[in-house]
């Protein structure tokens, strides 16, 4: 199985409805990857879904729903290097 890293970014598309491309694209990772988490990405996913512009998708308990559907079928792995291949550390 492929191993893959979801980031904030990634999700934030699927706050607002549902069956929407972010969100499918979720769910095909879990059923068919291995879906690699840290708890810094954790951290930063929790951080922007707490934004205020995402206080509906809070309320609306989407946030919630999404978290748990990616921390779920997290295998959980803390990086030993860093990498500097893009400007988001």
Do not use: N
Not at 8 to 21: E, Q, R
Not at 46 to 64: H, I, L, M
């Amino acid at each position: 199985m492929p191993s893959v890293v979801i980031d904030a970014s990634s999700l934030v598309g699927a706050l607002p409805k549902a069956d929407s491309v972010p969100e499918t694209a979720l769910l095909l990772a879990r059923r068919h990857d291995v879906i690699c988490m840290s708890s810094a990405v954790e951290q930063e996913i929790r951080e922007v879904f707490a934004r205020p512009e995402f206080a509906a998708a809070t309320a609306s308990g989407r946030a919630g729903y999404i978290l748990d559907v990616l921390t779920g079928a997290a295998s959980w792995c803390e990086p030993t290097e860093q990498v500097h291949d893009c400007r988001d550390p």
